[in-house]
């Protein structure tokens, strides 16, 4: 069974700094692309950030573009998103997801529980 | 960026009645389209990949249909558990982009 377990949500202050993982079981792990995505609340999905399962293959949505940077250690079968700059409307819940295939996101096949990341003073 | 809009906003019906979800894209994306449900609480769960495939353990009474840049997403005979957000989402360029979501909620 696939599972994704997301931690390192927290409360942060605009400008700070914050780290999110994701551990995956139920699969080989590095074979697959990875994402995040992100829903503020009460509001609809908003794609961040997928890497591809060697590692290359990094996208960005420009929204977090220069700020956010999506990373993975296939070893310890985990992906992580090192946010940095927070503003107030980074304050989501982020999902991790799966991809079907090694390279890039067609779609998201299995989703996390989220973390939740309040940003704000 | 491709922009996706859903209609209608809030659908209400009852449960065995029949539901119709449409999906139009600002540009032609062939069938890269996805659907997507989520409940009250929960995370979402793919239903629907390249506007027809129905994803690992989707009931047959979901279907999508459509290619372009305009598609469906029907639901036969409601049950309780079907009453939730649905999302689109396009592959076909970056960024991924989704739909504002139509809420099927129960009348």
């Known amino acids: 069974e696939v599972q994704l377990v997301e931690s390192g949500g927290d409360l942060v202050q605009p400008g700070g700094s914050l780290r999110l993982s994701c551990e995956g079981s139920g699969f080989t792990f590095g074979a697959y692309g990875m994402s995040w995505v992100r829903q503020a609340p009460g509001k609809g999905l908003e794609w961040v950030s997928t890497l591809s399962g060697s590692g290359g293959g990094i996208h960005y949505s420009d929204s977090v573009q220069g700020r956010f940077i999506i990373s993975r250690d296939n070893s310890k079968n985990t992906l992580y998103l090192e946010m940095n700059s927070l503003r107030v409307d980074d304050t989501a819940v982020y999902y991790c997801?799966?991809?079907?295939?090694?390279?890039?996101?067609?779609?998201?096949?299995?989703w996390g529980q989220g973390t939740l990341v309040t940003v704000s003073s | 960026e491709i922009v996706l809009t859903q209609s209608p906003a809030t659908l209400s019906l009852s449960p065995g009645e029949g539901a119709t979800l449409s999906c139009r894209a600002s540009q032609n994306i062939y069938i890269h389209l996805a659907w997507y449900q989520q409940r009250p609480g929960q995370a979402p769960r793919l239903l629907i990949y390249?506007?027809?495939n129905r994803a690992t353990g989707v009931p047959a009474r979901v279907s999508g249909s459509g290619s372009g840049t305009d598609f469906t997403l029907t639901i036969d005979s409601l049950e309780p558990e079907d009453f939730a957000v649905y999302y689109c989402q396009q592959r076909n360029s970056w960024p991924r982009t989704f739909g504002p979501g139509t809420k099927l909620e129960m009348k």
């Open positions: 997801a799966k991809s079907p295939v090694v390279v890039g996101a067609p779609y998201f096949e299995y």
């Open positions: 390249d506007a027809t």
